[in-house]
């Protein structure tokens, strides 16, 4: 019995999409698919599985606790991919190296990671992103933004803001005060999970005058508009930080330009959970959802550790959140069609199948009932499936 038990269940983490939640997620892929395309990103699509060295290139050691680890027949560690931006970079810098700047790529695909599993967020999960690779530019950054934005959009989100910050600023502000590397990790895990009692108790703890400690305790705080930003410059007194506030308020002026500006604010205190990112990094909020539907930024160095030293900007977004975020604002998901329910009384069995091969050719959806019905049969039918039109040969 507990045999025929495990051969119904799947492993920790995981799900299994039903026909309509298959719909609805191939939907939104098809939607960012056509964007991306439209946008003049080439899709891209790498192995599930990668060579471990190639995945924690330059990452954090804290990385490997999390990832899905296997081996191949000449004993060599393999792991899956829990994010796309690395294998992507691995790409480029190996079978795109000659390929011309910029270079504009995107990808629909599944990652994993070994973790506690949360609403919106499995250990196999669903990304769409794009990466563009070869610019320094604030308006590869914008492009990137409103990229983003669009694809939101696109997925049918109508209310969503994008905080947006700037890894320099905080290096250059804890470098202003010439915290110790140890120091400066501490604080920025409790940046990045938001913890301000820990992030406070820290602070205390170094060896910093008042004027300074308040300023460091201030940063996760620092998220607003504009006069927000322009207020930043009073905390940063060194070239790095001025720097950063320079480039997220060009960047900001490029928004203007696409007519975005009302779905960006800024967040000072902001900090990706990867350790390549370099400049700009965003997330995507929504209500009702505590944690990004999306989230990207600045990776500047990542490919020189494949040995192609190229400037690098993209972001990823979770197909799941959107869905969820969809389903608890109540909004309407893409759709693809279901046009036509097509059935037919004994004996019309070939004209059947030639109307709906012409139904077909003009762009319809239709399914051919397999075997004969009457004309409630075929309705019931119909309505069941969730077709819009019953065509029923008498």
Request: glycine share 8%.
């Amino acid at each position: 019995m507990e045999k025929d038990k495990n051969v119904l269940e799947i492993p920790y983490g995981t799900r299994d999409f039903l026909p309509s939640e298959a719909a609805d997620k191939r939907a939104i892929e098809t939607k960012l698919a056509e964007l991306f395309a439209e946008w003049g990103y080439e899709e891209v699509v790498t192995p599930t599985i990668e060579y471990l060295d190639n995945l924690t290139l330059g990452s954090n050691s804290n990385l490997q606790d999390h990832l899905f680890k296997l081996f191949d027949k000449d004993n060599r560690t393999l792991a899956l991919r829990h994010e796309m931006t690395t294998p992507i970079a691995r790409l480029v810098s190996s079978r795109l190296k000659d390929y011309p700047l910029p270079m504009k790529l995107s990808y629909i695909s599944s990652v994993f990671r070994q973790e506690q599993t949360q609403m919106g967020r499995q250990c196999e999960f669903h990304q769409a992103g794009v990466e563009l690779m070869g610019s320094t530019s604030a308006f590869a950054d914008a492009e990137i933004l409103s990229l983003a934005i669009q694809g939101l959009l696109r997925s049918g989100l109508k209310d969503f803001q994008i905080c947006l910050g700037q890894v320099e600023f905080l290096n250059g502000i804890m470098e202003q005060y010439q915290l110790p590397a140890e120091a400066k990790d501490k604080l920025k895990a409790a940046m990045e999970q938001r913890n301000l009692v820990e992030l406070e108790t820290l602070v205390d703890q170094l060896g910093l005058s008042d004027n300074a400690k308040a300023v460091l305790k201030k940063l996760p705080l620092l998220n607003g508009g504009e006069a927000m930003l322009k207020s930043a410059y009073d905390l940063a007194l060194n070239e790095q930080s001025r720097r950063a506030l320079d480039n997220l308020s060009e960047i900001y002026r490029l928004l203007k330009s696409y007519g975005i500006e009302q779905y960006v604010r800024f967040d000072l205190g902001i900090i990706r959970d990867f350790s390549y990112y370099t400049g700009m990094v965003f997330e995507a909020y929504t209500p009702g959802l505590g944690f990004p539907l999306c989230g990207g930024g600045r990776y500047d160095h990542l490919l020189s550790d494949f040995g192609n030293a190229c400037p690098a900007t993209g972001f990823g977004m979770g197909i799941e959140r959107i869905l969820l975020a969809l389903e608890r604002q109540g909004l309407e998901k893409p759709k693809r069609a279901r046009d036509i329910y097509l059935s037919y009384v004994p004996g019309k069995e070939n004209q059947a199948v030639e109307r709906a091969s012409l139904l077909r050719q003009e762009g319809k959806t239709v399914e051919l009932a397999l075997t004969p019905q009457d004309k409630a049969e075929a309705a019931k039918m119909q309505q069941a499936k969730g077709y819009g039109e019953l065509v029923y040969l008498p």
